[in-house]
DNA sequence: ACATGCACCTGGGAGC
DNA sequence: TGCTCCCAGGTGCATG
């Protein structure tokens, strides 16, 4: 399920739920001994990892992956099926991992792991940080690069993934072919506004679901029923700008939408 | 540098 | 209903 604008749609509804609780029992072996008692401070992201830093130092570092979800639900309620990870916490609550797919993961990283591991990350693409002068470079440091693998590089940029991979690509009009260094500076330009409406727009339309809508619409073809998306699974179907059908490829063995048309190579 | 393929895992949907 | 096949929103690594 997750990119970016998901990932920082379950940090702000779990950041009110988690700061300040304490972690009281833990279904993993292996994380109770850095977790029990600790207490929960914030809730972080940063590319697609939830972050959630913890008092006397370490942070409890999760990843989604394809299918993980993370819920808060009360301590009662008997775990899903796919539940991988339980913290009981202070006030009859638990923080649930879900993840059908085994993918993801949940690990303790001391403060000097979690800086390494952050460092390898690319900019974050909402930050204003990034503006059209940090990407013109970041695409002339991989000019031989062609775009999509570069946008789903998380090295390169953080939090795309190959949903919006496709869907940056077609509001800039942008072949996923293309070479990064065969950008001229209106292309540019298109890619990096694309980049910051398209991933801008997902976060608000998730910011305005209730958190437990992500259930429903999660896993499978469940993308291709999303209303907010224009070309991702949606092979056949006419293309929003100009109807001529958009065709799946696949390129870096990802599953590729796009308008032929608008997104000439 | 860059492309390609595979690895990790399991499940859901489509088609027969 | 039940099978098989295909596909899957991520990332790291190994190889050419």
Redesign the pocket.
């Known amino acids: 399920?997750?990119?970016l604008p998901?990932v920082e749609h379950i940090v702000r509804y779990l950041r009110p739920r988690l700061t300040g609780r304490r972690i009281e029992a833990v279904s993993v072996a292996a994380l109770a001994r850095p977790l029990v008692g600790r207490t929960i401070r914030d809730v972080a992201r940063r590319?697609?990892?939830v972050l959630l830093p913890l008092d006397r130092g370490g942070t409890l570092v999760v990843?989604?992956?394809?299918?993980g979800k993370l819920w808060v639900r009360p301590a009662a309620e008997p775990p899903g099926?796919?539940a991988r990870l339980v913290l009981r916490l202070s006030g009859e609550d638990a923080l649930v991992l879900e993840d059908?797919?085994?993918?993801g993961w949940a690990r303790v990283h001391d403060d000097a792991a979690l800086a390494a591991a952050l460092a390898?990350l690319g900019p974050e693409p909402l930050e204003p940080a990034f503006d059209l002068a940090a990407l013109r470079a970041r695409l002339h440091?991989?000019?031989?690069?062609?775009l999509k693998?570069?946008l789903?590089d998380?090295?390169f940029v953080a939090?795309?993934?190959?949903?919006y991979?496709d869907e940056v690509l077609f509001a800039a009009r942008l072949h996923p072919?293309a070479?990064?260094?065969d950008l001229a500076p209106p292309a540019a330009r298109r890619l990096h506004a694309a980049i910051k409406r398209v991933l801008g727009r997902a976060l608000a339309a998730r910011t305005a679901e209730v958190p437990d809508q992500?259930r429903v619409?999660?896993?499978?073809?469940?993308?291709a029923r999303?209303l907010d998306l224009a070309v991702f699974?949606k092979d056949g179907q006419p293309c929003p700008r100009c109807r001529a059908a958009l065709v799946?490829t696949?390129?870096?063995?990802?599953?590729t939408y796009l308008c032929a048309r608008c997104q000439a190579e």
């Not at 990843?63 to 299918?67: G, N, P, R, V, W």
């Not at 440091?141 to 062609?146: D, E, K, N």
């Not at 939090?159 to 949903?163: A, P, Q, T, V």
């Open positions: 399920m997750p990119e998901e590319a697609k990892l990843h989604l992956k394809l299918t099926r796919h059908a797919r085994r993918l390898r440091a991989r000019r031989r690069s062609r693998p570069l789903l998380p090295a939090g795309i993934g190959n949903i991979a072919l070479r990064a260094g992500e619409g999660a896993g499978g073809r469940g993308a999303r699974q799946r696949v390129v870096q063995g990802r599953g």
